[in-house]
């Protein structure tokens, strides 16, 4: 999530011998895919505020507990604009590609981010549960008719947030291979900023199009809203443009790689996955959600965030402009809030993780989220009681690299 | 239990809404947060002071009776 970003791979070779200063981002240990980076669970024990050298060699600060990622994200004098000096950019940059109010502070963010609140409104997304159900209910008929093994990332992980948001947006699903293709580019480490830059401009363009084609025949869709607003003189057409770039980006990594790895980790937990399959109790399929967030917390580059005045935490002084970065993960495995929190244990209750952030920018797509994973998890798993991996999990090319972590490929087979 | 909740400062994420919707809403055109019950009866309290908890925006006060 955030800014587009590359990582150098930088593996942390852990601490540069000559400075003492870990390197973010840190590797997993092999064969732990679910859990984060040892480096990072021991950092947190520790030396929970400490600082990390990211790519381009700045230093910023490290905050690994709990309490205090919710106290500072929270706070009113940390800013996630990223034209500032001193933020922790996640990849290099030429400034033209940030995504909307992600990246600005309020009031410009608290402006443009109420615009569209009320599409994302927790009882205006529960009346959506028949239709994503019947989504869902409609992927998995068509892939128990095709071929076995296949892969779930192609065949449902990405289809069902896809569907999702275009029926919200108002965005043709037809053209989810334009889309997708460039909303992967523009989050790839591994592209130039040219390129990503690239991918930008055409999302840009595609928005801009399709609010012209709404213009003239207004739907009841989200776009349309919007672009009721840009006539109205509300917004500029640009800053509408950039938002439905962000809405139409945002949930699709995210809730995909939730959907598969989600899938890997309970077919590793077959107890826990028995528990999943054997209820229809909606409380005990939500509370399995929340646990899951917390265990997995797929948005794994850390928050972002640049400091506006000095600010004491933990003993010490953060200084006005100094960087930031917030690893959600480790703080979803705090044992001072989660008991042995490195269990995946869908009966708890989870629900203070921190795997949509915190603070006002905290997931703006969160109930729909929820809906999706609800949805899927008591779905995928009933339907095809005998799915399994078709290779073994420590073989998955997973996602270490990537903004959002999960999955490149599932095989799975029934 | 006397309850507020400061619009100003909601970012309409809707913890409080899943958590208590005996007690808090949202606007339809905005999302934003409304308060249904400033004093909540006794078994809700407790979820209450969690929906305070959790809210990321600090948009949620609660004072205690004493
Ligand atoms: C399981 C799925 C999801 C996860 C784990 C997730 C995670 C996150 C996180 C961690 C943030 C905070 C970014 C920050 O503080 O810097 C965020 C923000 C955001 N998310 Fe999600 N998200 C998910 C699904 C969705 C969906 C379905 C949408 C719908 C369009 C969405 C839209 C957004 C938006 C618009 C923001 C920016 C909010 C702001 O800056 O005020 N997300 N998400």
Known sequence: ????????????????????????????????????????????????????????????????????????????????????????????????????????????????????????????VQAMRPAVQKIVDDLIEEMLAGPNPVDLVQAFALPVPSLVICELLGVPYDDHDFFQ???????????????????????????????????????????????????????????????????????????????????????????????????????????????????LNVTHSGRRRVALEDIEVAGEVIRAGEGIVFPNEIANRDAEVFTDPDHLDLGRDARRHVAFGFGVHQCLGQPLARLELQVVYSTLYRRVPTLRLATEAEKLPYKHDGAVYGVYELPVAW | MKVTADQNKCCGAGNCVLLVPEVFDQREEDGIVVLLDEEPPEHLRAAVREASDMCPASAIAVHEDT
């Open chain 1, 1 to 124: 999530m955030g800014e587009p970003m590359t990582i150098t791979s930088n593996p942390a070779e852990d601490r540069a011998a000559d400075s003492g200063i870990l390197s973010f981002p840190m590797d997993r240990a092999a064969g732990c895919p679910f859990d984060p980076p040892p480096r990072l669970q021991a950092q947190q024990q520790e030396e929970p505020l400490s600082r990390v050298r990211i790519w381009d060699g700045s230093t910023p600060w490290f905050v690994t507990r709990h309490a205090d990622q919710r106290a500072l994200l929270g706070d009113p004098r940390v800013s996630a604009d990223a034209t500032r000096p001193g933020y922790p950019r996640s990849a290099p940059s030429n400034g033209r590609n940030n995504i909307s109010f992600i990246l600005m502070d309020d009031p410009e963010h608290a402006r443009l981010r109420r615009m569209v609140t009320g599409s994302f409104a927790v009882k205006r």
């Open chain 1, 181 to 295: 293709r460039n909303s992967s580019a523009l989050v790839k480490q591994s592209l130039s900023v040219e390129e990503r830059t690239a991918a930008h401009g055409a999302l840009l363009t595609y928005l801009d199009d399709l609010m012209g084609e709404k213009l003239a025949h207004p739907a009841d869709d989200l776009l349309s809203s919007l672009v009721t607003r840009v006539k109205d003189g509300e917004l500029s057409r640009n800053e509408a443009a950039q938002m439905g770039v962000l809405l139409l980006l945002a949930g699709h990594e995210t809730t995909a790689n939730m959907i598969a790895l989600g899938t890997v980790a309970l077919l590793e937990h077959p107890d826990q996955l028995a528990r999943l399959r054997d209820t229809d109790d909606p409380k005990a399929i939500a509370a399995a959600v929340e646990e899951l967030l917390r265990y």
